[in-house]
């Protein structure tokens, strides 16, 4: 699915010339699961409509192929059944990967179960962190990386076994 190269690479650009290249520790969080108080906005968000937030998120971390609404409406949906977790814990998966973070403070599947709403906050804020502002949709953040000729900030993948 992904090739050598990052998804979008800026003409002229490389890696080591991004504003967040050097800034952000490599392998790590950003942020805790019970930091959701380093930003309002979403933990306002999160703990009013957490299917709004997980979708903004979703739609950034599967590249648009799931659009906001989409995800939204499932999480909403499973909400009402006591089982968003289902849908949420997949989506942390991705976005580990995507930045090679690590599993912790346990398995994505019992960091959803035991706190849904912190896991949404924590993903949120790391997406935005690591230079993708979840609020404005995959669209809007190609066009503004395009815009200031940065390259995405998602680790390639290396190769499988």
Excluded at 46 to 60: D, K, L, R, Y
């Amino acid at each position: 699915m992904y090739e050598d190269v990052p998804v979008f690479m800026a003409e002229g650009a490389l890696f080591r010339d991004q504003p967040y290249a050097g800034e952000l520790p490599q392998g790590l969080w950003t942020t805790g699961l019970c930091d959701c108080h380093e930003d309002g906005h979403i933990c306002f968000q999160t703990a009013i409509m957490p299917c709004v937030s997980f979708a903004q998120n979703t739609e950034i971390v599967n590249r648009g192929t799931i659009p906001c609404m989409n995800a939204g409406l499932i999480h909403l949906a499973l909400g009402f059944v006591g089982c968003c977790w289902l849908y949420a814990f997949p989506s942390r998966s991705r976005l580990r990967e995507h930045f090679a973070l690590p599993e912790e403070p346990c398995s994505d599947y019992w960091v959803h179960i035991c706190c849904t709403p912190c896991a949404i906050c924590q993903e949120s804020r790391e997406l935005k962190n690591q230079g993708a502002d979840p609020s404005l949709g995959w669209v809007s953040n190609i066009e503004k990386w395009r815009r200031e000729k940065i390259t995405p900030p998602i680790v390639v993948p290396g190769m499988n076994r």
